[in-house]
């Protein structure tokens, strides 16, 4: 079993529509990472959170450290956040990555 | 202000050569990261230096692989004797300060290493 799990693995959406990306952790952690692959292959930082939620123009990243589960979602979704969304655990300086969540948004 | 940078951004080489692959993390910043990704799969941590110190290698596969970071600023990430298995996108990624994880972490556009 990973470390770090997301689901699901495939999303497709409408525009318009409210997305919401899971992640579950069984590793300790000190923070936890969202990030973002553009079909392009660049990955690039969303969130880091450590608690509670973080909220960033349409995206939100939530937390509980309880439960060891972190939520992204997305609103009013758009055919440009079509891309690759990997949560990544963080210890130290480590980060476990999740396989990911390909996300299509179609218009 | 440039971002962090990788070069070869594509490596096509055939089974038995040696590669070397080079990241120059953004000026500055402390530490820096090696992360391997396969195909549909998330990054997979290889290596991290903190300054010119390599502090993890615990990642790297096997003792075909090996990195070096020796004036604090870019890396060199070398595969020896290179296997098809090694195929796969190599990203390395730069942070301000490393020692937590709370930091965001810059990554690379990556090389992709095609071996044949």
């Known amino acids: 079993k990973n470390e770090v799990e997301q689901s699901p693995q495939n999303l497709t959406a409408q525009e318009g529509e409210f997305i919401t990306i899971n992640c579950s952790y069984s590793v300790g952690i000190s923070a936890l990472h969202w990030l973002q692959q553009h079909p392009g292959g660049g990955i690039v930082s969303l969130f880091m959170l450590s608690s509670g939620k973080k909220k960033h123009g349409r995206l939100i990243a939530t937390i509980n450290i309880q439960e060891k589960h972190s939520s992204l979602h997305i609103t009013a979704s758009h055919p440009r956040d079509s891309a690759v969304y990997i949560c990544a655990a963080g210890s130290n300086y480590k980060l476990t990555f999740g396989k990911g969540t390909l996300l299509t948004v179609n218009p | 202000g440039a971002g962090v940078s990788q070069s070869p951004r594509y490596k096509v080489t055939k089974r038995g050569q040696d590669v070397a692959l080079r990241c120059d993390p953004i000026?500055?910043?402390?530490?820096l990261y090696w992360y391997r990704q396969a195909l549909g799969q998330g990054p997979e941590f290889l290596t991290y230096f903190n300054y010119e110190a390599q502090q993890d290698k615990s990642g790297l596969p096997n003792d075909r692989f090996s990195a070096e970071r020796p004036e604090g600023s870019i890396s060199t990430l070398t595969i020896q004797r290179t296997e098809q298995r090694d195929s796969a996108m190599y990203r390395c990624a730069s942070s301000s300060s490393g020692q937590r994880a709370r930091e965001t972490q810059y990554f690379g556009p990556g090389t992709r290493l095609l071996v044949l």
């Open positions: 000026s500055g910043h402390v530490s």
